[in-house]
């Protein structure tokens, strides 16, 4: 198959997949967090806490989910000295953990959740237009999330914290954090906040 012939087919189905009226705005189960403004970003990760580690080129930072800000800055940028030779893995000295990263440098997130429920991927619905989008495996619905922080153009990577009650999107622009409803019901009655 030619490499037209396949980027009309793609376009095609993605397009088809858009006019779905299984698509749905808003996730059941999750919300709107935060922005993180940080350009320039070349790696993240999680910490085992869900704080957000960010690495730039003008150092090293961590983001205080909690709390909503950057509790971190190491502009001495001990990033060559911290990075696996791989570049999937950083030594946080101030924490004395090894985190795996993702991002320009190498990797991937966390795409899938344990229970194999919730899935974060990204679509690309054009030439750099790319789309995150979150599924259910459970009932089958699909929700393309909104970006508040970043745009839609460019490379977007994604990923579930260590306790999965988050997610992020890393974009041009920084960072779009989405976290599960603390009180959220499932449509069968149960309580999520018993998994956490």
């Known amino acids: 198959m030619r490499l037209q012939e ?6 095609v189905s993605v397009f088809n997949e858009l006019s779905d009226e299984n698509l749905v705005g808003k996730a059941d189960e999750w919300e709107y967090y935060s922005a993180i403004r940080l350009n ?3 790696a993240i ?21 909690l709390k909503k800000n950057i509790i971190f800055r190491d502009y001495e940028n001990s990033f060559k000295k911290s990075i696996s ?11 004395s ?3 795996f990263i993702f991002g320009l440098r190498g990797g991937g997130g966390n795409l899938l959740t344990k229970d194999n429920t919730w899935k974060i991927e990204v679509v690309a619905i054009a030439w750099n237009i790319k789309v995150p989008r979150l599924l259910n495996y459970k009932n089958g619905k ?10 839609y153009e460019g490379d977007k990577y994604v990923g579930f ?3 999965e009650n988050y997610f992020l999107i890393m974009g041009d622009g920084g960072l779009d954090v989405f ?14 906040s018993t998994r956490r």
């Open 85 to 95: 030779d791989d570049n999937l893995t950083f030594f946080v000295q101030s924490k």
């Open 161 to 163: 914290s260590k306790s």
């Open 45 to 65: 990760g999680w910490l085992s806490d869900d704080n957000i580690l960010l690495i730039n080129a003008d150092g090293v930072f961590i983001y205080d989910i």
């Open 40 to 42: 320039g970003i070349i």
């Open 142 to 151: 699909k929700y393309f999330l909104e970006l508040q922080q970043n745009s």
């Open 97 to 99: 953990e090894t985190v």
């Open 179 to 192: 976290s599960r409803l603390p009180d959220y019901n499932e449509p069968d009655g149960s309580d999520i």
């Open 6 to 11: 396949l980027k009309n087919k793609y376009e």
